[in-house]
């Protein structure tokens, strides 16, 4: 395998890969802070009985406690999709790099079909797309 003058060194690489990896990280927790801002009010655990809905406020402090949970399924994966384009999709032109990175981030999101809520997958989709038009662009590209 040849190494062509215009590919990324593996130093460069692995700065995009961490550069990327803290804006995903800062993304998903403002993605999932609104996502729990925006989320239905479930019903009481406490009283199950009476089918009452949770406060606002404990509706909000139940959904951000799943975010350790929501992380693991949608975050973790999303940021193994990046690790990967970020080894193997260097060569792309920048918006080519962005739709492909956006469409593959959509992947890790199955999670939320079983929310129940469209509203939370819409949240998610918004933010993952965010993500993708915010990351930096591919190494290649800003050496044309």
């Known amino acids: 395998m040849t ?4 590919d990324p060194t593996q130093e460069e690489k692995q700065s995009w890969i961490g550069l ?42 139940d959904y951000l406690s799943a975010s350790p949970g ?12 990046l690790l990967v ?25 199955w999670v939320m079909l079983v929310s129940g809520s469209l509203l939370l997958l819409v949240v998610q989709v918004v933010f993952q797309g965010l993500f993708a038009a915010i990351m930096p662009p591919p190494l290649a590209s800003r050496r044309d």
């Open 85 to 109: 384009i970020g080894y193997r999709g260097q060569k792309m032109p920048a918006e080519q790099f962005r739709v492909t990175t956006g469409a593959l981030l959509m992947i890790p999101l």
């Open 20 to 61: 990327c990896a803290i804006r995903y990280c800062a993304t998903f927790a403002i993605g999932w802070v609104v996502t729990a801002a925006l989320a239905p009010p479930g019903e009481d655990p406490h009283q199950p009985d009476t089918f009452a809905e949770m406060s606002r406020w404990a509706s909000f402090k």
């Open 3 to 6: 190494n062509d003058v215009n």
């Open 70 to 81: 929501m992380f693991l399924l949608i975050a973790v994966p999303s940021l193994i999709i």
